[in-house]
Structure formats: structure tokens, C-alpha cells
């Protein structure tokens, strides 16, 4: 069955320092993995997505996730915090059979100090 | 813009009252959901549409009713609900397919009093 642990419920940063949120994945599989940002009051954004055509995936506003499989884990970066980032992010990962179901982590809160 | 579009943003309702939650994708998906977020809480998918078809109803109370009268629209009807119904109601779509990421609406911030 897949899964995804999301190891931190907050993290604090100071503005211009890198940011890195953590997730392991647990599949019986090569799975696709998703993180998706969700600002106060509003809905969830596809941030990046890993489909296996590259192990290190861009995506918006500067962040970038790495897939290891080894360690199993797709962490999720970026070099250089900004204030706009606070918000809540979610690893996801399909379950994989015909339901389309996605698998969210428990979030993890960004703030962002000036 | 997602293209995927709730309405209302806001809705304060009565426990006696009905009302209807309003979800529309321009995306040319064929599958679409309701999720509830409350605070303190993991997001809880309630249904799955595929095709028009009512395909997943994860135990959630009759007095949420859902219709999805084509692929572009989704609906949450909703009436004598309780304050703990209070939440931000969130619809996505996806196209059919295994591994498929979804894409969100802003959310209705439902509360009930």
C-alpha cells in the first residue's frame, strides 16, 4: 500500500536561508509523487510532480524535490526562502490502483520570519 | 487560476437551512471530487465522480448529497447540517488514469451555526 510520511508539522525559517521540507514514501512500487502548497483560505496548488523521468523535479517558485529511491524519500527545497512562501505544503502519492485516490501526508507548516 | 472554479467563497447557513456548494473545471477532465479540510484535520476525500458515475462515498452523512450532472460540473448539497460541518469544502479534478495529480478549486469556507 502507498503512503507518505511528511517528518516535521512546522518548519521555521528566516527569509533568504533554504528551506527543505521532508517526506518519505512508503510503495510497493516506483510510484509518482506530488507536493502541493496551500496558502490561508485557499485551495491546494500543484507545486511538482515526479512521473520517473527524472529523479530531481523543478518546479514553481524555486522549488525543486529530489526522488531517492534508496532512501526512499522526496524532500522538497528551494535555496532561498521568501515571506510569500509561508503556507502549508503536502506530499502526495496516487494509491496507485483505479480509484484515483491521492494519499496525503499530515502537511507541514512553512513559516517564514523577516 | 487553476481552472477550476468554487462557489460561493464563503457561506454561513443555519442548521435548518439548504443549501448548494457550485464546482466547474474548464480542464476537459473526466473525473471529479469533494474534499472537507477542518482545522486540526488530514484532508477527507467524500466522493469521487468518474464519467458522471459516483465511484467512491467514503462513509460520509446523508445530509451531504452530491450530483454531478456532467463532467464539467460538480454540486454539494447540503442541508440540516451541524456546527461541526463547518469547514473549507474543496473540489479538484483529474483525468482518468492511474497516477494523475489533481487540480483544486479555492475552496467554500462553509460555516454552520
Known amino acids: 500500500a502507498q503512503s507518505v510520511t511528511q517528518l516535521d508539522s512546522h518548519v521555521s525559517v528566516s527569509e533568504g536561508t533554504p528551506v527543505l521540507l521532508r517526506c518519505n514514501y512508503s510503495s510497493s512500487y516506483s510510484p509518482s509523487l506530488f507536493w502541493y502548497v496551500q496558502h490561508p483560505n485557499k485551495g491546494l496548488q500543484l507545486l511538482l510532480k515526479y512521473t520517473s523521468a527524472a529523479t530531481l523535479v523543478k518546479g514553481i517558485n524555486g522549488f525543486e524535490a529530489e526522488f531517492k529511491k534508496s532512501e526512499t524519500s522526496f524532500h522538497l527545497t528551494k535555496p532561498s526562502a521568501h515571506m510569500s512562501d509561508a503556507a502549508e505544503y503536502f506530499c502526495?502519492?496516487?494509491?496507485?490502483?483505479?480509484?484515483?485516490?491521492?494519499?496525503f501526508g499530515s502537511g507541514t507548516r512553512l513559516l517564514v520570519r523577516p | 487560476e487553476t481552472g477550476v472554479t468554487q462557489t460561493p467563497r464563503h457561506l454561513v447557513m443555519g442548521m435548518t437551512n439548504k443549501k448548494s456548494l457550485k464546482c466547474e473545471q474548464h480542464?476537459?477532465?473526466?473525473?471529479m471530487y469533494w474534499y472537507k479540510q477542518s482545522a486540526k484535520k488530514p484532508l477527507e476525500l467524500m466522493f469521487v465522480y468518474s464519467l458522471e458515475e459516483r465511484v467512491e462515498n467514503n462513509s460520509v452523512p446523508s445530509r451531504f448529497s452530491p450530483e454531478c450532472p456532467n463532467s464539467s460540473h460538480l454540486f454539494l448539497h447540503l442541508h440540516t447540517l451541524q456546527p461541526e460541518d463547518s469547514a473549507l469544502y474543496l473540489c479538484?479534478?483529474?483525468?482518468?488514469?492511474?497516477?494523475?495529480?489533481?487540480?483544486f478549486g479555492q475552496g467554500t469556507r462553509l460555516t454552520v451555526v
Open positions: 479538484a479534478s483529474s483525468q482518468e488514469g492511474r497516477n494523475t495529480e489533481a487540480f
Open positions: 480542464l476537459g477532465h473526466n473525473a
Open positions: 502526495v502519492v496516487p494509491r496507485g490502483d483505479s480509484s484515483y485516490k491521492l494519499i
